[in-house]
T-cell receptor, first 116, second 114 residues
Framework: GAVVSQHPSWVICKSGTSVKIECRSL??????MFWYRQFPKQSLMLMAT?????????EQGVEKDKFLINHASLTLSTLTVTSAHPEDSSFYIC????????????FGDGTRLSIL | AQKVTQAQTEISVVEKEDVTLDCVYE???????LFWYKQPPSGELVFLIR??????QNEISGRYSWNFQKSTSSFNFTITASQVVDSAVYFC???????????FGDGTTLTVKP
């Protein structure tokens, strides 16, 4: 089955630092990638959708300058949390799918980000 | 606008019981796709099944079965003879044609006790 690799799994860092999370599709070309944020015991909150080679489309309320998304190739997307603060602590999940309309999304294992 | 409702927030059953997770959706599209995903305690979401709007056949995969009824806009998921390993959060999702993103329900937390 389709595999999406997300790194790192855990990040603990000081307030004010920037954190980059990578998401790779290992065995398919990810035309579209998604970044989600999930709070404990809550559903997935879509942050942005990115298509390869295009600027990401951010959901309402998500700060573009805070959460930088790059989707430079068909197999790699990155999310950079800039100048992270404790309120940015969360579980971040990437997802990818190929260009076919009926295909499911495949998810990375998620990144638990803790800002001290 | 699309909407997915998973009315059951939490369900607790004892091992070997059958359990059904409900999913009701709203959409104006005539072509759409429905999905179920499983999120175990470890956190990674796993794709379980996809259904196209023009295919109302029910599906069975081992202990899992899905009942898709367009008349009631429902796509329910039944686990037969539940096991402890089935404990997870289950999400139902809907996507329209040519749509980039899916609409997810709030999830149902299933706990299967030994």
């Amino acid at each position: 089955g389709a595999v999406v690799s997300q790194h790192p799994s855990w990040v603990i860092c000081k307030s004010g630092t920037s954190v980059k999370i990578e998401c790779r599709s290992l065995d398919f070309q990810a035309t579209t990638m998604f970044w989600y944020r999930q709070f404990p015991k809550q559903s997935l909150m879509l942050m942005a959708t990115s298509n390869e080679g295009s600027k990401a489309t951010y959901e309402q309320g998500v700060e573009k300058d805070k959460f930088l998304i790059n989707h430079a190739s068909l197999t790699l997307s990155t999310l950079t949390v800039t100048s992270a603060h404790p309120e940015d602590s969360s579980f971040y999940i990437c997802s990818a799918r190929d260009g076919r309309e009926d295909q499911p999304q495949h998810f990375g294992d998620g990144t638990r980000l803790s800002i001290l | 606008a699309q909407k997915v409702t998973q009315a059951q927030t939490e369900i607790s059953v004892v091992e070997k019981e059958d359990v059904t997770l409900d999913c009701v959706y709203e959409t104006r599209d005539t072509t759409y796709y429905l999905f179920w995903y499983k999120q175990p305690p470890s956190g990674e979401l796993v794709f379980l099944i996809r259904r196209n709007s023009f295919d109302e056949q029910n599906e069975i995969s081992g202990r899992y079965s899905w009942n898709f009824q367009k008349s009631t806009s429902s796509f329910n998921f039944t686990i037969t003879a539940s096991q402890v390993v089935d404990s997870a959060v289950y999400f139902c999702a809907l996507r329209g044609p040519n749509a980039g993103k899916s609409t997810f329900g709030d999830g149902t937390t299933l706990t299967v006790k030994p």
